[in-house]
């Protein structure tokens, strides 16, 4: 018995040991085990892991069935699960959902089996939480899913190479398009094999070397698509790991738009720089927020104010110190508001060059700002407005000689209303349109003489849009309903036409006649190849068109066979006489196409003509026919070119002379020198032998001496004519161009005798000089043979009287302002000189010192090179020196103990007090220096600004050593004079500290004189 109780034992701890091991795995186990009885469906058994999972305590699984417990409750299919289990003895459930205790929704693996426990059936449910990797699952299927559209949509081409083989496993559509190979011909070929980048001889080293170094670039890769066209790509590519293994991914991007971008972006670039560095005004860059730090300067600004770009940029002040002193202030302030506001700055303001200069500019300048950033930098323009400033002020002065210049006018000149009515019109004008006066065109207004109203409304329209109209050709009614033709010019300003009209009827008329014969001319030629012979290499005449008859016979040639069979040449070299020349013109001619073999020459010559001279042109040519040379000799009649050159000569040469006279009398008011040059002009461009201008005397109303020209008796010099008196009185009285074809026709000639002694004159003119509806005086004209003028020469006739009119008036006009001007500063003078002894009979201590130092100041500053015009100033100066002291009160100005500090505050303020008053007083502005800074000292401890050195105004450091030194010299109520060579020694001893030491040398210098 004892063998079968051990065996037993045994038996009983084996299983005990089995049931310990698998109780410790049914506690240790990590997924969730249910132990279910097989026939009932009840729960006998859960482990820790299911009831920490579902969160429910092991009471509320016990004897329960499975679709008892809450986890499982909602499962529908849960009790016919069992049932198939119980059947099957198997069931399996991938993704079953569960909600634990606590609400959360987990995802489970759920597996059951039946087995046999002993006597007994159990079912064993295992039950895996799944959640986690169920959530890793789909952020990799959505992860794919996104790579894939990522790959599928991008806009760079894409390529995955197997990194060991090179082999193409994918291409996106996008490369496909680029590339326009198909989707087959890239999947597993090699790089190099696909046609792309088959011409690319780097490609297969190029994978070697990526391979290698697991990264490769190419910034600008030239592809070649299928059909053939060249792109530019950037071409990167990487080796990473997918899965276990390593590819290739290459990104392939067209840049071929960018490089064409950039490649542009530079060239413009380039472009702008050039223009800004030669464009006529300064381009200038500031920092934001700082007007007066420059970050660029274009070379411009050498130009204007004689600094060098680097000058310019290295000097922070450069700016700042450039600015007049009258306008700093005014700039500063405008510039710093708009700095701190963003806002664009625009100012005309005056600037002091390197050379000491005066320059007036217009600065404008912006905020350039990034799309979507703050400002970057301020960019700005500067022009030089130098000449406008000083041509505005030259505008003033001469408003009134330009409306004379404007009613003198030999075209037409108006203002009107946009309604029609004139408001000014000169005599041309009313002449144009019919009228003999002005005030009758005047009452009439402009809508009447338009011969299709509707060309008026026209007119309006483009003034209304463009402000302007330039050269308009219109039709126009006259008085009379004869129709003209003109060419109109305005420009409307605030519903006020202004403009001037150019009749051109003639010219029209001339126009329509020129171009009628040049189409008929041109028929003719067209139809009958006019004037033509053509020539064989050696010269011989091989063919002659039939135009060629008269044109030989004109030219002397009267061969019966119109020279066919004969030598061009020897015909040209054999001519005689007045045709010699213009013979061997051509000939030469033909010399040289022979001898240059291509080409063309032309040779003008005269043709003459019995009564009349015409001229030709030949033009010779050649050309070749089956291996044969052949010139062609082709003329044609330019008589009429010839005679329209020289009327246009002669028309310049009247402009050239109208421009000079111009220039003459706005450069200088010389009427001598003006009336010669008028003269010489009078007798050139008329080709006339003498001419005089005779002055009206408005008081004795006699014609006087102006100047002559071209008499061999100057007695005219002497002339005295009374109006109504010899030709000259009587077309100064009537006001009207007097003419005498032939003075010996006049048998009660109303010339002096003496005048015309030894001249022998046979035609006479006399025009009378008016301007402004009055008499100026007369130009006479004499010559001594028969004239016959045209109307273009009696235009200009008219026209250089016009202008000696406007010289004698303009003289006159400049003698009446000069003596204005002096009126005016002799009142200035005696305005600043009665303040200057008003200052003095306020303060009875300083009685007599204003006129001691004005008088030793000007001295002193002469003697530094001052001018007469700056020495004005300096006296002005030096008489106001104390005005400011007027806003000083009493009870501290004469105060006869020392000052307290804040006495001293107030007494210093007197300088600003001087500028305040004398500032806004535009004619003694250059004055300030001296009572603004005469107490600023060298060393810089003056007041009222603590300016130093040469910062310091010349003149007011002059007048700082006078008024010192009379102050010491001088006796006052609190000390007695000083000695003299205590006051030099004093002055001598502040050299370089209160005083100029230039200054103090050059004073002491005039001192030891005197």
């Known amino acids: 018995m004892k063998p079968a109780i051990e065996k037993k034992m045994l038996i009983e701890l084996s299983l005990k040991e089995s049931e310990f091991r698998y109780r410790r795995l049914f ?10 009885d097989a026939e009932t469906g009840m729960i006998v058994d859960v482990n820790p892991y299911l009831i920490n999972m579902l969160g429910y305590s092991r009471e509320e699984f016990i004897k329960k069935k499975l679709w008892e417990v809450g986890a499982f409750r909602d499962i529908e299919s849960s009790k016919e699960a069992f049932e198939a289990l119980q059947a099957n003895e198997y069931i399996r459930y991938e993704d079953l959902p569960l909600k634990t205790k606590g609400g959360r929704l987990i995802q489970v693996e759920f597996v059951s089996n039946v087995y046999q426990a002993g006597n007994e059936k159990v079912i064993q449910c295992n039950i895996r939480d799944i959640t986690e990797r169920k959530l890793v699952e789909d952020s990799l299927q959505e992860s794919e899913i996104r790579y894939r559209r990522l790959f599928e949509s991008a806009q760079d081409g894409i390529l995955i190479l197997d990194a060991e083989t090179g082999m193409i496993e994918d291409v996106n559509p996008y490369l496909i398009n680029m590339l326009g190979y198909s989707r087959e011909e890239f999947i597993q070929k090699k790089l190099w094999e696909v046609g792309a980048f088959r011409d690319i001889e780097s490609s297969k080293e190029a994978f070697e070397a990526l391979q290698a170094n697991e990264y ?13 066209r060249f792109i530019e790509v950037e071409f990167v590519s990487n080796v990473y790991l997918v899965g276990g293994e390593k590819v290739i991914q290459c990104n392939i991007r067209n840049i071929t738009d960018r490089k064409l971008a950039e490649d542009s972006l530079q060239e413009s670039e380039a472009k702008f720089r050039m223009l800004v560095e030669h464009l006529p005004t300064v381009v200038y860059m500031n920092a934001v927020g700082d007007a007066n730090t420059s970050i660029y300067v274009s070379p411009q600004i050498e130009a204007l104010l004689g600094y060098t770009p680097q000058e310019w940029l290295d000097d922070p002040k450069s700016w700042l110190g450039a600015l007049h002193p009258d306008d700093r202030s005014r700039v500063l302030e405008n510039a710093f508001t708009a700095d701190q506001n963003n806002e ?26 990034s799309v979507k950033g703050p400002p970057q930098f301020r960019q700005g323009i500067m022009v030089n407005i130098t000449e406008r400033k000083q041509a505005e002020e030259a505008l003033a002065r001469s408003e009134k000689e330009f409306r004379n210049l404007a009613e003198n006018a030999l075209v037409g000149v108006f203002r009107t209303t946009i309604k029609g009515d004139l408001l000014f019109l000169n005599d041309a004008l009313a002449r144009i349109f019919g009228y003999n006066l002005m005030l009758d065109m005047k009452q009439v207004g402009v809508i009447l003489h338009y011969v299709d109203p509707l060309d008026r409304t026209k007119v309006l329209d483009i003034l209304k849009e463009e402000g302007r109209i330039n050269n308009h050709e219109l039709d126009v009614l006259t008085k009379s309903g004869e129709t003209r033709n003109i060419l109109l010019s305005a420009i409307i300003e605030k519903d006020i036409l202004s403009g001037m009209i150019i009749d051109i009827t003639e010219r029209k008329q001339a126009e329509e006649k020129l171009i009628n014969a040049r189409e008929f001319l041109q028929s003719v030629q067209d139809a009958l190849s006019s004037n033509i012979t053509i020539l064989d290499d050696e010269g011989n005449v091989v063919h002659v068109n039939s135009a060629w008859r008269n044109f030989g016979r004109l ?11 004969l030598n061009y040449l020897d015909i040209c070299d054999s001519a005689t006489g007045q045709y010699a020349e213009e013979a061997a013109l051509v000939a030469n001619a033909i010399r040289e196409i022979r001898n240059r073999g291509t080409g063309e020459i032309r040779v003008e010559y005269p043709c003459y003509v019995p009564g009349q001279q015409q001229w030709y042109v030949a033009r010779i040519t050649n050309f070749e026919n089956n291996g044969q040379r052949w010139i062609v000799v082709a003329h044609e009649n330019i008589t009429e070119r010839k005679q329209a050159e ?12 109208l421009s000079a006279i111009d220039q003459i009398i706005a450069a200088n008011f010389d009427l001598k020198l003006s009336l010669s040059e008028i003269l010489m002009h009078v007798t050139a461009e008329l080709e006339i032998d003498a001419a005089d201008i005779l002055i009206l005397n408005p008081i004795s109303q006699v014609l006087e001496y102006g100047a002559e020209r071209g008499f061999r008796n100057k007695a005219i010099r002497n002339a005295q004519i009374r109006l109504g008196e010899s030709y000259a009185g009587r077309a100064a009285l009537g006001r009207k161009m007097i003419q005498i074809p032939n003075l010996k026709d006049e048998p009660d000639t109303l010339f002096r005798e003496s005048f015309l002694t030894g001249d022998d004159f046979i035609c006479y003119y006399g025009v009378p000089l008016i301007t402004k509806g009055q008499v ?3 130009l006479e004209i004499f010559h001594r043979s028969v004239l016959a003028p045209d109307a273009e020469w009696l235009d200009f006739l008219n026209a250089l009287a016009g202008q000696a009119a406007i010289a004698i008036e303009n003289v006159l006009l400049f003698e009446s302002l000069q003596q204005s001007n002096s009126e005016l500063a002799m009142a200035y003078d005696a305005t600043i000189e009665g303040w200057s002894r008003a200052l003095d009979l306020r303060d009875k201590e300083t009685e007599g010192h204003t006129q001691r130092v004005t008088r030793m100041t000007v001295k002193l500053a002469r003697a530094f090179g001052l001018s007469e015009e700056e020495l004005v100033q300096v006296r002005w100066g030096a008489l106001l020196h104390d005005i400011g002291k007027m806003g000083v009160p009493d009870g501290i100005l004469f105060k006869s103990g020392p000052l307290t500090p804040e006495e001293w505050v107030a007494m210093k303020k007197h300088p600003v007090f001087a500028y305040e008053m004398l500032s806004p007083i535009r004619y003694l502005r250059q004055a300030l220096d001296i009572p603004y ?18 910062h310091i105004p010349l003149v007011a450091r002059i007048f700082a050593v006078v ?19 205590e006051v030099r020694e004093h002055i001598r001893t502040s050299s370089g500290t209160h005083f100029d030491p230039q200054v103090v040398d050059l004073f002491l210098q005039i001192l030891a004189d005197v």
């Not at 506690?27 to 279910?36: F, N, P, R, T, W």
């Not at 490769?216 to 053939?228: H, N």
């Not at 030219?555 to 069979?565: E, R, Y």
Request: aromatic share 10%; charged share 25%.
């Open 27 to 36: 506690e240790s186990a990590q997924d969730g085990v249910l132990i279910l």
């Open 216 to 228: 490769i670039r190419y910034e600008d890769l030239p592809l070649k698509t299928k059909d053939g």
């Open 344 to 369: 664009p700055f625009d100012m005309e303001y005056r600037m002091i060059a390197r050379d000491g200069h005066l320059v007036w500019v217009h600065d404008q300048l912006v905020s350039v700002t």
């Open 555 to 565: 030219n002397g040639l009267k061969h019966p066979n119109h020279c066919i069979g």
């Open 646 to 657: 020289e009327r246009i000569q002669r028309q310049f040469e009247h402009l050239t002379a």
């Open 776 to 778: 100026k005086g007369v």
């Open 933 to 950: 800074y005469h107490h600023e000292k060298w060393d810089g401890s003056g007041y009222p600004h603590g300016l130093a050195g040469i």
């Open 963 to 981: 008024d010192v030194w009379d102050a010491l010299s001088s006796d006052r109520p609190y000390r007695p004079a000083w000695r003299v060579e």
